[in-house]
Structure formats: C-alpha cells, structure tokens
C-alpha cells in the first residue's frame, strides 16, 4: 500500500525530530559517564577506604593509596594539599604535573581519617577520549540515517520528474505537494492537448471547407472573364469579386500560418530593427519612423512578422489617412495615424485583422493595446505581458 505524505510532515519526523532526541540522548550519555566516571566512583573508593579504616583501624601506605589518621604521617607535599583544601568530608581532585590525586579528610564523632589516591598519569585512564569516540560513532549513525532518508526524496524526485506525465507514478512514498503538483501539470498538459486538437480541427476546417472553395472561385471567375460578349459592368463586377476573392485568400492564408505547428519548440530570433526598416522601404505611405534602439531581438519568425506589418498596411489603407508615425523602443512598437472620415454606406471592419495582430503578439508572449483618440488612431505591440 503507497503511503501519503506532506514532504514537511516526512522532514520533520524522520530528520529534524529523530536528529533532535538523539543528539540530546547523546550529550546526556556523555555526561552522565563523564561525571560518574570522574567523580562518582573515585569518591565511593574514598569513603570506602575511610569507613573501613575507622572500622579497624589499620593505617595502609601504598604505591597509590594512604589512609591513615593523622596528617602528619602524610609526605608534605600531600599534608600542603590537605592544607589548601581543608574542607571535612568532601572529595577534592587535584591534577598535579606527574599525578592525579583523591584528596579525602573524614570525620565522624572525632574521629578523623585522611585518605589519599594518587595514580600516575600514564596509569590514569581518560575515558574523554572513548567518550569522543562515541560521540563520532554517534555523528556517523545521524549521518547514515540522514543519508537513507534523503535517499527517499531523492528517489521520489527523480520518479516525480521521469514519471510527471503519467497519473500512476511507482512511488516508494508519494509526498502530498508532489502529487498536488503532478495533478496540476496533468491537468494543464490535458487542457493544452485540447486546445492543439481544436486548432488542429480549426485549421483542417479552414484549409478544406473555406480555402479550398475560394480557390475554386477564383478559377471559376479567372474562365468566366474570359468569355466573349460580356458587358463592361459584367466585367467590373468580375474584377471587384476576384479581388474580394483574393482578399479571403490573403485571410485564410494568414489565419492557418497563425495555427500552423512551430517546427521546433523554440521561436527563432529576428531583429525586429533590420525587419521594420526593410519592411518600410518598401512601402509607398507617407511613414516617420522613430527608434530609440539600434537592434531589438524578437522572439518571432520572419514569416510572423511580415505577416503583422502586411496586416498594418492593409488596416491602414483601408481606414487610415495622412502620415503613418512608427515609434520602436525597448518595451512596444507603436503605429498611429488618423483615421479616415466615415461615410454611411462604408463597411464595418470584421475585426479580422485585430485578430491576426492579436494573435503574433501572443507568439512573441506580448500583446496589442488600441488607443483612439478622437480621430487618431493607436496600435501598441508590447513586448511583456502585463499583470
């Protein structure tokens, strides 16, 4: 059975706690044996040896234990040390250069015994040293088990990253936020493959059902035109038909290259400097162009790009007048003119070309602010998206 997680809920209980406990089972350990061996048993010999002295007492001198009943009979360096530390019935330890001393003066009912212990120093064992012996055994555990747990994560990221795409991962332990966020990129990969058929349909759609018709047309109306004993206005009404024909053609022919596939999923980089200025020499309309930059990469294909301004000069012969100003900086590229005085019987724009504009900003991750300002007109390709 997989079990379930927080990734901060499994930190917390498997390493910072389990850390926590044994490094304070650790420390009290060391002290407790540091102590007891240091101080606990060498006063239980001490008092020991004074018991059994006033029990019978026998005095005993040896190598490395006095006891007997009158300071006097202690060597002199022993009788100063009794002297500096003149405290009855307590332990005192010494560390002379040569020795280790128990100093020990006991009294009980007026009776006084004074015990000495003094080891040499080569014959006296640290036990610090086995205690830090310990205490890296310990550090070296902490570190396994911190090592092995990590080992977990670190296998449940690798499956998170190799299995994203799949909704049953084989996972040791599933952390809750890894699997909140595999079902978030589920979802959003779900919603983008829905959003590529239905462009895929659309663009089958317009290629099979609109532009493969027109293209008919037009062959239709190009034999049409040349039969003999057509009138003039027969024939103007052919040329005016063509060429709304033609203009359906440019549409259809813009919108599929919108929804066409990228061949790579990078979008090539273009300047867009060098791309307006070549676009602009070979233009006919009255343009003022402006740049503040020398070069401005763009992350748009050559065939987007031209696509737009051929959009641009389109929109503007068909509702715009006077000088067209181009302005070009860092952060949009700007068009404005003035729009064309309104007669009743004019044709409202579709909006098709908005959309076209629209839809290549999108590309380069920007978008398109419209401006109108009584009879002048704004278009703004901003580079970012704004929040």
Known sequence: MIKSNSLQHYLATRLFIPFALFSLLLASMALFYYWSA?????????????????????????????????????????QHLF???PEHNVVHFVELPEYDVYLLNYTEQGNEVFVVHQFEKTASHDIRPILFSLFLLGIVCILVWFGWQLGHI???????????????????????????AQNKILDARAKEHAVLEREKAFSQFLSHEIRHPLSLLG????????????????????????????????????ILTLWSPEKSAL????????????????????????????????????EHLQLALSQITTNYRKYGQGELTIGLSRQCLTFTNSKKNRRETDVEGTGVGLFILRAVAAKAG??????TSGSQFTLMFNFAKRK
């Open 154 to 180: 670190k296998r449940q990221l690798r499956n998170f990253t190799e299995n994203v795409e799949y909704a049953t991962a084989r996972h040791d332990v599933v952390f809750d936020e890894l699997t909140l």
């Open 267 to 302: 979008q090539p980089t273009n300047d867009l400097v060098c791309v307006v200025q070549s676009w602009i020499e070979t233009q006919s309309l009255p343009i003022q162009f402006t740049c503040s930059v020398e070069s401005l990469p763009i992350a748009l294909s050559l």
């Open 83 to 85: 002297d500096t530390y």
């Open 38 to 78: 240091l101080d606990d048993t060498a006063e239980y010999y001490l008092f020991e040896d004074a018991f059994e002295f006033l029990a019978e007492p026998i005095e005993k001198k040896t190598q490395f234990r006095s006891v007997v009943a009158t300071k006097s009979a202690l060597n002199q360096q022993q």
């Open 219 to 254: 062959n239709h109306l190009a034999a049409f035109s040349q039969m003999d004993n057509l009138s003039l206005a027969a024939l103007n009404i052919i040329d005016r038909i063509q060429f709304t024909q033609q203009d359906m053609m440019k549409l259809s022919n813009a």
């Open 366 to 371: 920007g978008d398109i602010d419209v401006i």
